[in-house]
């Protein structure tokens, strides 16, 4: 059940990654012409580099599902396959551990509570808790900068899911479904 | 205490310096109970990121242009009213009024930072691939700009098509074409050549560029009433140390400019035409502050 | 505790980019500097926010369309109109490509990935090892950031507030010494290995050859073109650079179908999303040894061992080696240049220009070099060969790049001669 939870969302999050590499190829496409017809867009820029790094949060998560990130294998391809078993649930547990990090690094930065306490008001939410996430503006969009850096809760809760299935499941489960 | 002051200027630059300068003086009027760590060229960041590190008290300082803060707390965008100053000295009288001294008064609350000081960097000018003879001549050109709302409305008003672009990509989009001109002060323009692979340098003086020293608000929260005297004085003098340098410098730099031989001319505001009352028309509902502002200028000029 | 921290998640197989985070998220709690931690995410995602960034993903897709397109294989077809019948001749082809190339290109992961994927198959289709292929094509990757234009020197020049243009050309003369070092490299290998020879082609075939790869020519020709002329910046030149090998492949040689469009979009993203995660870590890593001042550190330790500039420059080189395997290219560049070059330029009267061409250079080999190499595993997941394999063959390359910097550390005249 687990797994296939993972598995979904890590396929939407594929498509998504996808879908977002198209628009970063659009985007600067659209530079280009803009530019050499003299109707410079100013905000293209801006729109395309978070269209990258939303590209690339949503891939790094689904990654961790697919076991596809960039490893050091010295040691575990030097031991036994059982000693191996071992070594990939530790490596389990700890990216797991990452990924309940990244969850308290966004409570902290985002304060979700605070701001329910302040009535969602954010003026009153800074000046209780002298964060200033939801007055940030974006360079040149014009559109406040927490929308785009919510992709870091995506990731932290993609990552968790992913991460809490690899610890859930034994190796050979998987390989079955 | 051990601070941290973060800006976007390299080590050789007067405001590395001045900051420098700052972190010496504190360590020995403070008798080494407080001591400046430097991290100049964006070590720790962009200027929007430290300004985010100073709003959580991981960063305690910076030196920071006033561009960035203007982009959260827009009264500051006043500054950057077209030929609110006639020279670089006469700027410098105005970021040392009373009045701009007051501006900083609401950064706490908005912000999140405390402003101690103005310093500035030198006077706006415009260095163009092809001639410039009129305003008209810039109409339709790909024009470099820091991104910030007020330089942004200045280009528009004059029909120009501002194309923001950090400053390490500025050299080379220039010398390919793939800006015709750029915005920039004097001192970059002479010490990054920035007039290698253009024609005309435009001497415009048309716009002031401050920068304010900064201290976190948190921060400043937990210090003791002599330490922020202390503190709020030495960062205002060296900040200040700054618009010395600049008045100082800045007619050696332009005159370097001149000397290149590039075709090198000198304009004031009759030359944009009706621009400028365009940005006074956007930007007097803007910004509060614009109206004393400019009296200020007016008693100093 | 930090660096056990370190090397012990690293050993155990943790994705790389997890060790980072976690390391450094051990060493604020360490510190005990916990503030820090309310800035964390949004350092990881402010370490994305640039523009130049973006030709990893624009240059990873040119790569997929080339090749699915059926275009690097007609430009190699062509090369091999000219070279083939000589020993070894597609290695050499490979190196001279990456040249030309790095005078196109200015960031070494991009080229990688746009040359591992034309270059490492047709070399192992005419029989030589997939390890030395990737090899000599990560190895050639190098070139990109030495031979202007380059990123690299770009920043450098910023931090340095040394003119751009002087640095594009101090990079002239070491760009031309590294290739003469990996044509060595490959003549003594070819020596000892017995490179795999190809036969002339027949006038009618080799004329075959040249047409058919006109179209594809389009692509190079866009991209100088696109830079010189002024259309558009390096990244975007990648971008235009897809459209037109989407075109050609698609209108041409009728070998791509927009449906597979999808398919590539999502291989891009999965490549692309696997280095630009690591940059992520790699720069909240960097920002909090910084704010623990642990370079300057170093810094302070070096003026006290010596007074001489070249051993200065010799430790500066080791150091920057160790360096370079955890930090890559542009990030360690932003890190190491505000430290060490006062005390390059103040202690020992090195000039910023040859100062900033050895540290670049020696920082570039850090994308090849293993735990934290992003070239090679770029080239490694392009080419669909292990990491392990290409360093194998790569040692000699790496070897051949040092020694150039021992000759750029100790004549100082090949990096200013020409300004
Ligand atoms: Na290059
Ligand atoms: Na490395």
Redesign the pocket.
């Known amino acids: 059940m687990l797994y296939r939870i993972s598995a979904t969302w890590a396929r939407v999050e594929l498509w998504a990654a996808a879908v977002l590499a198209v628009c970063v190829t659009l985007l600067v496409l659209l530079n280009v012409v803009t530019r050499n017809t003299g109707n410079a867009l100013f905000w293209v820029d801006e729109l395309a580099i978070y269209a990258m790094a939303w590209m690339t949060f949503l891939g790094a998560s689904a990654a961790l599902h697919y076991r596809n990130s960039v490893v050091i294998t010295l040691l575990p391809d030097a031991v036994s396959l059982r000693t191996k078993a071992v070594i990939v649930k530790i490596v389990d547990i700890i990216v797991f551990g990452f990924a309940l990090a990244m969850l308290w690094f966004c409570w902290r930065w985002f304060m979700p509570l605070e701001l329910a306490r302040a009535g969602f008001d954010t003026k009153i939410f800074q000046g209780n808790t002298f964060n200033f996430i939801y007055a940030e503006p974006t360079s040149t969009l014009g559109i406040p900068k927490y929308i785009f850096w919510s992709v870091m809760w995506l990731f932290a809760l993609g990552a968790t899911l992913h991460s809490t299935m690899h610890l859930m499941t034994a190796p050979s489960q998987i390989e079955k479904s | 205490n051990e601070f941290r002051l973060g800006l976007i200027t390299p080590p050789p630059h007067i405001w590395t310096k001045a900051a420098g300068a700052f972190g010496e003086e504190l360590a020995e009027k403070s008798g080494g109970a407080h001591s400046v760590s430097v991290f100049p060229s964006r070590q720790l960041g962009n200027e929007a990121e430290m300004l985010q590190q100073l709003q959580t008290g991981a960063l305690d300082m910076a030196f920071m242009t006033v561009a960035e803060v203007s982009n959260r707390y827009v009264d500051l965008g006043a500054f950057y009213a077209p030929y609110l100053a006639n020279d670089i000295a006469h700027a410098g009288r105005i970021l040392r009024s009373d009045k701009a001294a007051s501006m900083l008064a609401p950064l706490p609350g908005e912000v999140g930072v405390v402003g101690l000081g103005y310093g500035m960097a030198g006077l706006r000018q415009i260095v163009s691939r092809g001639e410039i003879s009129s305003a008209a001549d810039l109409s339709g050109l790909k024009l470099r700009i820091t991104p910030f709302t007020p330089i942004l409305d200045f280009y528009n008003a004059i029909g120009a098509a501002p194309t923001p672009m950090p400053l390490p990509a500025v050299y080379d989009a220039l010398a390919n074409g793939q800006v015709d001109a750029i915005d920039m002060d004097a001192e970059l323009i002479w010490v990054l050549k920035y007039y290698d692979h253009a024609d005309t340098i435009v001497q415009s003086d048309h716009m002031m560029f401050p920068m304010v020293g900064l201290v976190s608000a948190k921060v400043w929260a937990g210090l003791s009433e002599e330490d922020r005297a202390m503190i709020g004085e030495l960062m205002a003098k060296h900040v200040d140390s700054t618009i010395d340098s600049y008045i100082e410098k800045e007619a050696g730099w332009l005159a370097q400019i001149a000397d290149t031989g590039k075709t090198y001319t000198k304009v004031d505001a009759s030359f944009f035409g009706s621009a400028i009352d365009d940005w006074n028309a956007i930007w007097s509902e803007k910004a509060p502050s614009l109206d004393d502002l400019r009296a200020v200028a007016a008693e100093t000029r | 505790m930090s660096p056990v921290v370190f090397l012990v998640a690293l050993l155990l197989s943790v994705p790389v980019a997890i060790v980072l985070v976690i390391t450094a998220a051990w060493y604020i709690w360490e510190s005990g500097n916990t503030v820090l931690y309310d800035s964390f995410a949004q350092k990881m995602f402010g370490g994305l926010e640039n523009y130049g960034l973006l030709a990893v993903p624009l240059f990873m897709l040119t790569g997929e369309l080339m090749n699915e397109g059926g275009m690097t294989k007609r430009l190699i077809n062509m090369a091999r109109v000219f070279v083939g019948g000589f020993r070894g001749g597609l290695a050499y082809i490979n190196l001279l490509a990456n040249m030309f190339m790095a005078a196109i290109i200015g960031s070494a992961t991009a080229q990688i990935a746009v040359m591992s994927r034309a270059m490492v198959p047709a070399m192992e289709a005419e029989g030589y090892n997939r390890g030395f292929a990737a090899a000599t094509t990560a190895a050639g990757g190098l070139l990109a950031p030495v031979i202007p234009p380059s990123m690299m020197f770009v920043i450098f020049g910023v931090l340095a507030q040394v003119p751009i243009g002087e640095m594009f050309i101090a990079g002239i003369i070491p760009g031309l010494l590294l290739t003469g070092a990996f044509a060595l490299v490959i003549t003594l290998v070819g020596l000892q290995q017995q490179f795999p020879k190809d036969v002339w082609m027949s006038r009618k075939e080799a004329g075959r050859a040249l047409l058919e790869a006109m179209p594809a020519l389009l692509i190079p020709l866009a991209i100088i073109g696109g830079i010189l002329f002024g259309i558009a910046t390096p990244t975007e030149s990648a971008a235009i650079a897809s459209l037109i090998a989407f075109l050609v492949g698609w209108l041409f040689y009728r070998e791509l179908k927009p449906r597979q469009l999808a398919k590539m979009f999502k291989r891009t993203a999965v490549n692309a999303s696997m280095i630009i995660f690591m940059i992520s870590a790699a720069s909240v890593f960097g920002w909090v040894i910084i704010y623990g001042e642990l370079p300057q550190k170093l810094a302070g330790f070096i003026t006290s061992i010596t007074s001489d500039p070249f051993v200065f420059f010799l430790i500066v080189n080791l150091a920057l080696l160790l360096v370079?395997?955890?930090i890559?290219g542009i990030a360690a560049i932003i890190l190491i240049t505000p430290i060490l070059l006062p005390i390059a330029t103040g202690n020992y009267d090195i000039s910023p220009h040859q100062f900033g061409v050895v540290v670049c250079l020696n920082l570039v080999l850090?994308?090849l070099?293993?735990p934290?190499?992003i070239g090679l595993y770029i080239a490694s997941s392009m080419s669909d060969t292990s990491a392990g394999a290409i360093l194998r063959a790569l040692w000699p390359f790496l070897l051949a790049v040092a020694v150039v910097l021992v000759l750029l550390s100790y004549f100082a005249s090949l990096s200013t001669f020409l300004i």
Do not use: A, Q, S
Request: glycine share 30%.
């Open positions: 370079g395997m955890v890559d850090g994308l070099t293993p934290v190499g």
